[in-house]
C-alpha cells in the first residue's frame, strides 16, 4: 500500500464536497495503482469529466502508476485568457 | 474583383473626426483592403501605417485613435461583439491594438460605420454623439471627471436611453499610460495606454446610436453556418462549460500546482495564498451572476460584489489576470481586496494587469529599501491588501505618489534605478503565465508586437490544454512555428473579423471564414486566412521596427532568464535566445528580425517600407 494525496478542482469537487478548496486528501492506495485506477476505481469520478491530470505538479500520463508521496491533482476543461 | 454597390458584412463607410477643426467627413472604405486584411485589428493597423510616422510621439495630436469593427461584428452569429482600439501607444511606443468586446462595436455598425478614426485635440472636453448619420461634438461639461458608469447613465440623458458609450475614466483624463477606454460600464479596451491618448484628445466619451442592421450576402448560408458553429461552441467543455460556469479564474489552482504562477514580481513561480483567490473561491463569495456580449452563448463575464467590509464594491469580474496581477503578483491572498481593486480600475479605467504589476513592483522597491515609506505616504509591502487597494486609488487619481505609479512600471524601475525590476517587454508588462515554464509564453512575450502580452499568442491552449495538440511546456523544439502560425498568426486573423477569441477552443478559421464568406461575398478561406493573419502580423512589425525597435527589444527581463527558485519545476528558467533565431527564419525575417525583401512581396507589401509616414 502508498500513501497519496488527491486534489480535486473547479466542477470536480462535487465528487468530494466536505474538501475545502485545493484541499489534499489523504488516499491509502494499493501498490502499483495507476492513475486511470485512481481515477475509476477508487474515486470513482468518470474519465470523461477530467481534462487536465498532474502528479507532482506535471502533466502525467494515465497509465503512470503513482509511489508513496505523490500528490495527484485533476482538473476539469478549463481555460484562461 | 468586381464592384458592389451595396456592402454586404461591412458596412462601407469610414467616420473621420478631427477635434481639432471640428471636421465631421466620411470616407467609402477601400473595399480591396477586405481581402488583404480583413477589418478591426488588421485593418486598423494597416491605416494606422498610412496615418502616421511611427516616430512620432505617442501623446502628439498627430496619433490617431482608430476604433475599428470587423465583418463579423453586429453580425448575430455568436459573439460577434468584437471591436479595437489602434493608435501608437502611449505606454510602449510600438503599435497598439487593445480589444473589447460590450455591444459598442455592433452599435457602431448599426450606425453605419466599420471604422472611427478620431483625430487632432480638442481645446477643451468634449463629447460625440454619433446618431446615424448625424454626428455632433458636444462640450463634455460636468462629465469631465466622472467614473464611466455615471457618466454612461449621464450621456444617455443626453443622447438617446439605447446609446452605447465608450468612455474613459479619471485615469484617461489624467493621462495615465496604464489607462484604457471603457465601453458598457466594465468592459475595457485595457492595454498599452490608450485611454492616454483619448485624454490627450480631451474626448471623455463616444455616444452612438444606430438604426441600421449589417446586411449579408447570402442569409441563407449565413445562419446556416451560424447554427452550426452555436452548437459547436455549446457544446464545447471550455468555451461553453468552463468559461461561463466558472471564468476564468478556474486557472489559478491549477497554474499555481505547476509552479507556473509568477509571485510577489515574478521573484518566484508558487503562491501560498493561490486557493483563496481562486475561481472556486470566487464562486463561493464574490460572484453573482454571469453576463454576456452581443449575441454571446458563452457569457463568461463575472458580476460580483463585495458586500460588507472595507473592500466593499460592485461591478464585473475579477478574471484571472486580474486576479494574479492584483493578488499574487503583489503578495495579496485577500480576495475581497482584489474584487475591490478590480472593480476601482474599472471606474478609474485602467489596466488590471499593468496597475497590479507596478505596484508589484513599487513594493519591491520599497521591500529592499529603494524606496521610502516618506516618499510612497505609506508602507508598501507584498501582502498588504490595503496598502495595495490604497495603491491602486493614487495610482488612479494621480495623486502623491500614485503621479509616478500612473506611469507604469518601467519608467518606475527606471526612475529609480532598478531597471531589472520591470517585468516586462518593450514596456509592456508580462501577464499570468511563467516564461520560465512556458518556453512558448517566453518567445510569445518577447516577439509579440505590443509587447509582453499573452492573449495575442497564448501558447498556454498547446502547453497545457492540448489545443490544438499538446506540446509539454518546457520543451522548446518545435516552439517557434507553433507560436508563429497557430497562436500569433491565427489570432491577428480572428481579432480582425470581429468575434470573440473565446470561441477559438471550440471552433477553428473554417467555421469562422464559414461566417466570413456568406457574409460578405468576398472569398475568405481557410488559407486565405493564415495569409491574412502572416501579412498582419507583419504590418505591425514594419510599424515597429520603423518606430525604432529592433532585435534588441525582442528581450525578456534578466530574472526569469534565471532558474525559477522554487514549486515542481525549480530550475526551469526561460530560453529565448535559443529559441529566437529559428523563429524569425521561420517567419522570413533575417537575423535582425526585419522581413526579407521576399517575405514583403510575398505577402504584397513590396512598397511597404515607403508606407508609414515617408
Known sequence: M????????????????????????????????????????????????????????????????????DKVAFWPPVAGG | ????????????????INLSSGAITREPLDMTLAEKVIGGRGLASYLLCHEIDPAIAPLSPDNPLIFATGPLTGSGAPATSRYVVVCKAPLTGTIACSNSGGFF???????????????????????????????????????WGQFPVATEVEIKQATHPSAKVASIGPGGEKLSLLAGIVNDNYRLAARSGVGALMGKKKLKAIAVHGSESVTLHDPEQFWKATMDMHKKITNDPISFGSFRAYGTAS??????????????????????????????????????????????????????????????????GPEYESVWALGALCGVSDLAAVTKANFLCSEYGIDTISTGATIACAMELFESGVLSEQEIGFPLKFGDAAAMVRAVIMTGDREGFGDILADGS???????????????????????????????????????????????????????????????????????????????????????????????????????CALLAPATGIDFSFDRSIEQGDRIWNIERMFNLKAGFTRADDILPERVCEPSPDGPRAGSRALLQKNLDTYYQLRGWDEMGRPTAIKLKELGLEDWWGVCGS
Request: proline share 5%.
Open chain 2, 410 to 512: 518601467y519608467r518606475l524601475a527606471q526612475r529609480y534605478g532598478h531597471p531589472e525590476c520591470f517585468m516586462g517587454s518593450k514596456r509592456l508588462e508580462m501577464s499570468a503565465y511563467s516564461p520560465r515554464v512556458f518556453q512558448g509564453m517566453a518567445l510569445q512575450y518577447a516577439t509579440s508586437n505590443r509587447g509582453a502580452c499573452h492573449v495575442r499568442g497564448n501558447t498556454v491552449a498547446a502547453e497545457l490544454y492540448g489545443i490544438p495538440r499538446y506540446m509539454p511546456p518546457e520543451v522548446m523544439e518545435q516552439k517557434e512555428e507553433m507560436v508563429r502560425r497557430p497562436f500569433q498568426n491565427s489570432t491577428a486573423f480572428v481579432d480582425s473579423t470581429g468575434i470573440c477569441l473565446f470561441t477559438k477552443f471550440a471552433i477553428t478559421h473554417r467555421e469562422i
Open chain 1, 2 to 69: 502508498v500513501h497519496i494525496t488527491v486534489k480535486l478542482n473547479v466542477s470536480l469537487r462535487k465528487y468530494r464536497s466536505s474538501l475545502k478548496i485545493n484541499e489534499e486528501m489523504p488516499i491509502l492506495i494499493p501498490s502499483d495503482t495507476t492513475l486511470a485506477e485512481l481515477l475509476e476505481h477508487i474515486l470513482q469520478i468518470p474519465a470523461e469529466e477530467v481534462a487536465i491530470h498532474m502528479v507532482n505538479g506535471i502533466k502525467s500520463d494515465m497509465d503512470r502508476i503513482l509511489v508513496e508521496g
Open chain 2, 1 to 16: 474583383m468586381s464592384k458592389r454597390s451595396e456592402s454586404y458584412g461591412y458596412m462601407g463607410v469610414i467616420l473621420r
Open chain 2, 251 to 316: 486557472l489559478v489552482n491549477l497554474i499555481n500546482e505547476m509552479g507556473a504562477f509568477p509571485t510577489r514580481n515574478f521573484q518566484s513561480d508558487t503562491f501560498e495564498g493561490a486557493a483563496d483567490t481562486s475561481g472556486e473561491a470566487l464562486i463561493q463569495s464574490v460572484l453573482k451572476r454571469n453576463r454576456a456580449c452581443f449575441a454571446c452563448p458563452i457569457s463568461c463575464t463575472r458580476v460580483s460584489e463585495v458586500t460588507a467590509g472595507p473592500f466593499k464594491g460592485r461591478g464585473e
Open chain 2, 105 to 143: 462595436g455592433p452599435e457602431l455598425k448599426f450606425a453605419g460605420y466599420d471604422v472611427l478614426i478620431i483625430e487632432g485635440e480638442s481645446p477643451d472636453p468634449v463629447y460625440i454623439w454619433i446618431d446615424d448619420d448625424k454626428v455632433e461634438i458636444r462640450p463634455a461639461g460636468s462629465l
